[in-house]
């Protein structure tokens, strides 16, 4: 039997919408796992962000950042930071339109100011408190992913300006700031080739904007029932919500399970 793998992103998808992970999900990973598939993450998150889901889930691989720092078998694989000048410059001109910027690498987040409520509106909806305030954390730190918070359209004029970066919104007043070119396609590429596997045997859940490229990229996509409508686009394959065992009946779909 060829070998496959199998990526899941976090937030809709692993998760449901009360950030919680459903039993049959977990059953689900632990029923791949013992047919001897490759189980991974696919994530925009920061891997300190999804530490006790790995733990709980025990998977020791995952693409986190939309590409930008990988692990497999709990090794880093692959980094790729944000160009530090490009980012102050960015810093710079968020500044002087009062759009807050909070900087992330793998251990942690923080603030260029001390309070934002659109950085306490977004954060929040991920189950974190209020990054603590450190303007200068960008200079001495390696950072792959940076989010920015300003109301939709905004973020044009950042776009137009900086070709270093590539901007993708997640909340109505934030957007992902990441290395130009990056998505979690790429990420993945990178991992089937370090572990050769054919890209016949690839699958991936997903139901955000950050998973278009990945959806669109493997053999098997699969946009969850509750997937935002350009990504179901993307996607072979649609599966149920979340909420109503969305990850088992993909995968008994695929016949995976």
Known sequence: MSKKI???????????????LPQTTKSAVQSLKDKGYIVA?????????????????????????????IVLNGEVFYKNPLQREALGQLTDKALSLEHPVVYMDHDDMKAN??????????????????????????????????????????????????DAFKFVRWHPVSTDILPSGASKAKGIERVIEALKISKEDVYAFGDGLNDIEMLGYVEHGVAMGNAEPETKEAARYETKDVSEDGILHGLKMLDLL
């Open 6 to 20: 199998i990526f899941f992103d976090i937030d809709g998808t692993l998760l449901d919408h009360e950030k919680n």
């Open 41 to 69: 993450i696919a994530t925009g998150r920061a891997p300190f962000m999804f530490k006790e889901l790995r733990e709980e889930l025990e998977i020791d691989s995952y693409i986190s950042f939309n590409g930008q720092y």
């Open 113 to 162: 100011t001390p309070h934002h409520q659109y950085i306490e509106d977004s954060i929040s909806t991920l189950k974190f408190s209020h990054p603590q305030h450190d303007p200068d954390y960008f200079l001495t730190r390696e950072i792959y992913q940076a989010l920015l918070f300003c109301e939709a359209g905004e973020e044009k004029q950042y776009e137009e300006e900086f």
